[in-house]
């Protein structure tokens, strides 16, 4: 085991861990952030997508050690100062870009990386962006919807798919 210290969410955080133990399950089960979900512990669904040092992270790919000093976002860390939804999250709410929410977390952190790099994406845009993401509810519509709300874009003319 090895001591790692990281900050996690806006706070400086220390954990014990193997080598082989992947950030996702360190967050979970060390910090006991279960926000992040484990989906496939393949790298396919993106259910357990987090921000490191301000990059979208599929954190089954990534060792809790390679996470050393950097700086983490999950989702627990996307809420208001005030504890009220992001613009992203109420967007999700707003807009029914959600089901049964095993993806959701995945999703908004991707859709918050995709803002951050492409303030007003189009819908192509937003689509290609969720390519590691995948949904077994929504049929992504909703999904796309909210990020483009969130975005500031009008979507009363998107008509469903």
Do not use: W
């Not at 979970?28 to 979208?56: F, I, M, P, W, Y």
């Not at 627990?76 to 009220?84: F, H, K, L, V």
């Not at 303030?119 to 962006?129: G, L």
């Amino acid at each position: 085991m090895t001591k790692i210290q990281m900050t996690v969410n806006g706070k400086t955080v220390s954990g014990d861990a193997e080598g082989r133990t992947l950030l996702s399950q360190f967050l979970r089960e060390e910090l006991k952030l279960t926000g992040t979900h484990v989906g496939c512990d393949t790298s396919q669904c993106g259910a357990c997508v987090v921000h490191v040092n301000g990059n979208a992270v599929k954190a089954c790919t990534m060792f809790a050690q390679e996470a050393e000093d950097a700086d983490v976002t999950t989702i627990e860390g996307m809420a208001e100062a005030d504890g009220s939804l992001s613009t992203i999250q109420q967007a999700f709410q707003d807009h029914h870009g959600l089901q049964c929410g095993f993806c959701t977390p995945g999703m908004v952190m991707s859709a918050a990386a995709l803002l951050s790099e492409n303030p007003q994406p189009t819908e192509k845009e937003v689509r290609e962006y969720l390519e590691g993401n995948l949904c077994r509810c929504t049929g992504y519509h909703n999904i796309v919807k909210a990020i483009l709300a969130a975005s500031g874009q009008d979507v009363s003319g998107i008509a469903a798919e």
